[in-house]
């Protein structure tokens, strides 16, 4: 079992920056895929970008694709996310996710843990 914690997220400006964190428990985060997701109000829950288990390459949704950066930090057992040039529309409860896979997926199905989710605002 793998209890995942999102911290990071406040509100910031259009423009901003913030980093995200998801921090692991339980079991090493090094034997999992990564991914975050978001869900804003009213909207579906929607992939954000995944990281692999092992050399760590990186995929994004093209909404955020030059804008945020998913890395992780096995020692560590976190993952983050780098988020620069928000904007309103970037406005949602972020999930982390783990996949017990070398493979991340943009498919939500496909994760077996979940954390619990840290809110960003992006202001206009």
């Known amino acids: 079992q793998v209890q995942l914690g999102e911290s990071g997220g406040r509100l910031v400006q259009a423009g901003g920056s913030l980093r995200l964190s998801c921090a692991a428990s339980g079991r090493t985060l090094r034997n999992y895929a990564m991914g975050w997701f978001r869900q804003a109000p009213g909207k579906e829950r929607e992939f954000v970008a995944t990281?692999?288990?092992?050399?760590?390459?990186?995929y994004y949704a093209d909404s955020v694709k030059g804008r945020f950066t998913i890395s992780r930090d096995n020692a560590e057992n976190t993952v983050y996310l780098q988020m620069n040039s928000l904007i309103p529309a970037d406005t949602a409860v972020y999930y982390c996710?783990?996949?017990?896979?070398?493979?991340?997926?943009?498919?939500?199905?496909?994760?077996?843990?979940w954390g619990q989710g840290t809110q960003v605002t992006v202001s206009s």
């Open positions: 996710a783990a996949r017990n896979s070398d493979y991340g997926s943009p498919d939500e199905k496909r994760y077996d843990y």
């Open positions: 990281i692999r288990r092992s050399v760590g390459s990186t």
